[in-house]
């Protein structure tokens, strides 16, 4: 603060440096107000359940009769979250590889190279973002039965295609989030380390991959989200055994809505948050999204 | 010049997009040590030359032949060229002491070879203490220097330049091409540089290769482009010059326009269009009362005292302007010519060029017949 009070000390005109700031302030106010105001609509919602998870009464009811965290004990009761969270966190994890792997290669494809058919698979891998959810899952629900009667395989409700389906919902994201990157990227560093002696996998290897961290991660972490999720599409391709969270949670508000859903999602949310937190370890999040 | 073979040779080198010639039968040798500097406008291909060298982009026709080998079809990673990039291109997620050892690993050298080789190239561009540091940590300056230890740590058969200064401020610029210079003469390197800015081009070359559209438009020193330009282009190009079209008649009367004629110091044999440059600092204003009989008699438009030099700005017919530099020394005191009074002009045999028709620098044929005094 030394240079505040030097600045003080000089006897300058006093009415120069304030007349700028009183012009701006206003602008400034309404910023700061339209932040505020997208925080609390983006953070309500979150409050909300978080409230609403503590009422004690089993039919919601304003006000309160009176608030515990017994519905945070009584998850124990229901080990369907459990299995549901854990069928979740697995497809999501791998549907988010799988479209790593597929999605970095078509990216460097599409941005680096020219070769024919390239406008056509750019189309093709995006696509599935211009179709509704809903569509794709009746279209493989139907494909799938088809399949069934035809091989005797029993493919609904199998992890398999459940991370297949999701495929097509996250590579469209992987893609897009990669080639935005790599299109920033200087070209001519890539050609340095051919002029200094990298063969082209070499080239791929110590420089673009390394190069790409920030869109892979956050590649990567969308297409997690996507994926984890995904109600419209997952649907039509769950069976008894195998029951993603978001359906689980559906399935439980088509009988009752108690706040146990709201605790449900509230341990949902804790377990995503720590994933977040985990990843921002090896890349800061702030940077890559 | 010895009979030995030049160590690079580039024969008709041609790059086509399409119909359109962006390099266009390109030929130039370079001897080994040498300095070379490409320089031309934007879109003159000159950059392309150099890609085109560093095997980044395939040629259409020609050969690049360096130390008698034919480098086409020859991939970029085994030309064993260090490139300096105008963005200089260093790997982001790599400290300084990786970005310029990168190559040596590339190369498979053993990590005590590559540790005492690093160390002597970082003491050459006195990056000592940066090391360990990361590219965005640096200045401007330091990741030139950075950019230029890595691509002479693999002590390359050729150092490409490519504006290796455009992006410094204008008051390292000289500090900076003094040290590419002097590392450059210490290594013994060949290089190639590109570059669009004719003072770089002229404190750094060796020789300079001037182009325009594509095609080379001449080779060769500082002095002979300067003093000796083959076309207009070249004229204008490098340094500046008027340049004056009309008529020549009587081999050395050139009649520009309406009353306006220019008595040429040499005699040409040819006759119709032609083209006269002059250098503004080449031509003599004569002052009032000056026996010496004017060779051009122009209107002054205007006159800017600017240090070294009064800039006059003379009418011509048709309505451009002939510049001219009156060097300021001697002159303390003497009146400058208003704008409207009438300049006689003179200029000595040798700072006159003459082109014909088709741009082509012509030869004098001998003196012009002395001027009768006005």
Request: proline content about 6%; aromatic content about 6%; glycine content about 8%.
């Amino acid at each position: 603060m030394t240079g505040a009070g030097t600045l003080l000390a000089i006897p300058s005109e006093p009415s120069a440096v304030p007349a700028p700031r009183r012009a701006r302030s206003p602008l400034k106010a309404a910023m700061l107000l339209v932040g505020g105001v997208g925080l609390v609509l983006m953070l309500l919602p979150l409050l909300m359940t978080g409230y609403i998870s503590t009422i004690a009464d089993s039919v919601l009811a304003f006000p309160p009769d009176g608030h515990s965290l017994s519905w945070y004990a009584r998850l124990g009761e229901f080990p369907k979250f459990g299995q549901a969270l854990g069928t979740s966190l697995r497809i999501a994890a791998m549907a988010t590889i799988g479209s790593l792997a597929i999605g970095i290669p078509a990216s460097i494809a599409l941005v680096r190279h020219r070769f024919p058919g390239r406008g056509v698979l750019n189309v093709l891998l995006l696509s599935p973002l211009t179709v509704p959810g809903v569509v794709i899952g009746l279209a493989l629900y139907v494909l799938m039965v088809e399949v069934e009667i035809r091989s005797e395989v029993p493919m609904i409700g199998s992890d398999a295609m459940l991370v297949l389906a999701h495929l097509l919902i996250t590579i469209p994201w992987v893609v897009r989030l990669c080639v935005a990157n790599l299109m920033q990227l200087d070209r001519a560093i890539e050609e340095a380390a051919a002029n200094l002696g990298a063969s082209p996998r070499q080239v791929l290897w110590k420089v673009t991959l390394p190069m790409m961290r920030q869109g892979i991660v956050a590649a990567g972490l969308f297409a997690f989200i996507i994926s984890f999720e995904n109600i419209e599409l997952t649907l039509f391709l769950i069976s008894p055994g195998v029951i993603t969270l978001p359906i689980a949670v559906l399935q439980y508000l088509e009988y009752r809505a108690d706040p146990l859903v709201a605790a449900v999602v509230m341990v949902q949310t804790a377990v995503i948050a720590l994933l977040l937190v985990l990843l921002d370890r090896y890349v800061r999040l702030s940077k890559v999204v | 010049m010895s009979t030995r073979p030049p160590y690079l040779k580039i024969e008709a080198l041609s790059k086509h997009y399409g119909s359109m010639a962006a390099v266009d039968e390109v030929s130039l040798e370079v001897a080994a040590g040498e300095m070379v500097v490409l320089l031309g406008p934007s879109g003159c291909g000159k950059t392309t030359t150099l890609r085109l060298i560093a095997g980044f982009v395939e040629a259409s026709a020609g050969r690049i032949l360096l130390e008698g080998r034919d480098y086409a079809g020859l991939p970029p990673y085994q030309r064993e060229m260090g490139m300096v990039f105008q963005s200089y291109a260093l790997f982001p997620h790599m400290t300084v002491a990786q970005n310029i050892s990168f190559g040596l690993r590339m190369r498979k050298m053993p990590a005590a070879q590559i540790a005492s080789r690093l160390e002597e190239v970082l003491a050459l561009v006195k990056l000592e203490k940066m090391a360990d540091r990361y590219p965005k940590q640096l200045s401007g300056g330091q990741q030139q220097r950075v950019a230029l230890a890595r691509a002479l740590a693999i002590r390359p058969k050729l150092l490409l330049l490519d504006e290796p200064l455009s992006n410094l401020d204008a008051n390292l610029r000289q500090e900076v091409a003094r040290e590419i210079r002097r590392l450059q003469r210490a290594a013994g390197l060949t290089a190639l540089m590109v570059t669009h800015d004719q003072d770089e081009a002229m404190a750094m070359a060796d020789r300079l290769v001037v182009m325009d559209r594509g095609r080379v438009q001449q080779v060769g020193p500082q002095e002979a482009l300067y003093e000796a330009p083959e076309n207009p282009f070249v004229a204008r190009f490098i340094g500046h010059s008027n340049l004056l079209r009309g008529t020549l008649r009587d081999g050395c009367r050139l009649r520009l326009g309406e009353g306006v004629e220019a008595q040429l110091a040499q005699r040409y044999n040819l006759a119709g269009d032609a083209t006269l440059a002059l250098r503004p600092e080449r031509i003599r204003l004569l002052p009032p009362g000056d026996p010496t009989p004017a060779r051009m008699t122009l209107a002054v438009e205007d006159a800017t005292y600017v240090g070294a030099h009064v800039e006059y700005l003379l009418a011509l017919p048709g309505g451009g302007s002939l510049i001219l530099h009156q060097p300021t020394t001697g002159l303390a005191g003497a009146a400058r010519l208003a704008p409207g009074s009438r300049a006689g002009l003179s200029w000595d045999a040798g700072s006159e060029r003459i082109f014909d028709a088709s741009d082509r620098a012509l030869a004098a044929a001998g003196p012009a017949p002395a001027l009768a005094s006005v």
